[in-house]
């Protein structure tokens, strides 16, 4: 009977007592309204969502707003986007003009290059016949001016053999001698003469030489001006094809 009491006045002290009541289960957390839980929305566009019009257990209608996204990107953030993106490929398009009117220009600066040089070449070839028929004349002159040396220098051996034998007067050999020295300043007038003939053919070659070294060097740096604009060229039509894509594109999803 005590035991009894005692059980009965346990019980209901653990009536009283607090309490929690585990369970075990599977499932998923979630809430009722969409901006409270991850949001998906399957579209053609990427952005993010900004605003739900609508909640869980709405009636909707066609034509109802549901939801509203906005970009993600700042690239699609200005409202001019399109103008600007146009006025970018107008602008590269008249580069890429620009540079095919210098290489044009180009090509007109190498064919005037090409075509003086060949001008001064012809003067300079002209020059130089001059002066190898002048080197020739002077070749003549110089060996007959050294045959009369020749000649004049055994006359004057010969007549001095003579004056010395008693033969002839001093006045003979000093006409003799005279002549001989007439004959020698022109033997070296005429060598020097002949080699001055020489140097001006030489140097005449060496300006021709020179020339063409100038006109090949202003005609390289002509052409890598070309290149360097149909790299510009290939570079902005390259440049004009993706705005191209990129303002269809913007067009589109505008």
């Not at 003009?97 to 007109?108: I, L, P």
């Not at 003939?197 to 202003?218: G, H, W, Y």
């Not at 149909?230 to 390259?238: D, M, V």
Request: charged fraction near 20%; glycine fraction near 6%; hydrophobic fraction near 35%.
């Amino acid at each position: 009977k005590g035991w009894f009491f005692i059980c009965i006045l346990v019980f209901i002290i653990f009536l009283f007592l607090p309490w929690t009541q585990n369970i075990r289960a599977k499932g998923t957390v979630t809430t009722l309204y969409q901006d409270q839980r991850p949001q998906q929305v399957n579209t053609i566009i990427g952005g993010r969502v900004m605003k739900w019009h609508v909640k869980e257990g709405d009636y909707v209608k066609a034509g109802d707003t549901l939801v509203q996204l906005t970009e993600v990107k700042t690239d699609y953030l200005d409202p001019n986007l399109l103008q600007r993106t146009k006025e970018q490929l107008a602008g590269k398009e008249l580069s890429v003009e620009y540079y095919k009117s210098k290489v044009g220009v180009a090509d007109q600066q190498i064919g005037a290059m090409n075509t003086g040089l060949q001008l001064k070449l012809n003067q300079l070839l002209n020059k130089l016949n001059q002066l190898q028929l002048k080197v020739q004349a002077d070749s003549a002159e110089t060996v007959a001016a050294n045959n009369d040396y020749i000649i004049g220098s055994k006359q004057f051996n010969r007549q001095k053999a003579m004056y010395d034998s008693g033969l002839v007067s001093l006045t003979q050999l000093e006409i003799r001698n005279q002549q001989f020295q007439n004959a020698q300043a022109k033997k070296i007038m005429a060598e020097n003469k002949l080699a001055n003939s020489k140097q001006d053919l030489t140097i005449t070659r060496i300006e021709m030489s020179a020339l063409q070294q100038e006109n090949v060097e202003k005609v390289s740096k002509a052409k890598s001006d070309q290149f360097q604009s149909l790299t510009q060229i290939a570079s902005g039509q390259s440049d004009i094809a993706k705005l191209q894509n990129q303002y269809a594109s913007y067009t589109i999803r505008n």
